[in-house]
């Protein structure tokens, strides 16, 4: 009896610490939002919550492959290697062609071509939009600050399906 009472109480201790852990873990991984509630965190612990994953073989994974990365690249332009591995990502990623197009852009706009801005964005997400022609295309958004009315830009990507580089890039609307 005495060891059912000992179980008893070891048991309950531990469901109270695992309740109260729990309870506080969202806490821990976000900030609490004017209303008292847990906010979502606007960093990358939420980012590691959901599972990331992709494909090589999907034209639109690599799309955004190649976006995380490059923004990746451009935002951390104090890491001395920053400047190297954006120009490489681009080679990688992108067809002779529109190598050409991103630089003509980036000469007369003075402006990233890749991302059509001077900004680097907080936020990216790449969407299928379709194929066809041997083509698939993306459409990419960009969130350029954090808060309740965000800027936001769009950008759609085309990609060949046999190659799978990114063959062209324009500003959508």
């Known amino acids: 009896m005495r060891t059912r009472i000992r179980t008893t109480l070891i048991a309950t201790a531990g469901l ?32 590691a919550a959901a599972p990331a994953q992709g494909d ?31 120009k490489a990502l681009k080679k990688f990623y992108l067809s002779a062609a529109a190598q050409k197009k991103v630089a003509a852009f980036e000469a007369k706009e003075h402006a990233n071509g890749i991302l059509f801005a001077q900004n680097v964005p907080v936020k990216w997400k790449v969407t299928y939009t379709g194929s066809g022609a041997g ?34 890039l324009a500003p959508a609307n």
Do not use: C
């Open 16 to 47: 109270a610490t695992a309740l109260s852990l729990v309870a506080i873990t969202p806490a821990l991984a976000g900030a609490t939002g004017p209303s008292g509630k847990v906010a979502a965190p606007s960093h990358s612990v939420a980012a």
């Open 56 to 86: 090589p073989r999907a034209v639109t994974d690599r799309v955004a492959n190649f976006y995380g990365s490059y923004i990746d690249s451009v935002y951390d332009l104090e890491d001395p290697t920053a400047s190297a591995n954006a």
């Open 135 to 168: 083509h698939a295309t993306a459409l990419v958004t960009l969130t350029w600050s954090d808060g309740e009315n965000p800027g936001i830009s769009k950008i759609k990507v085309q990609s060949d399906l046999r190659t799978r580089k990114i063959t062209d």
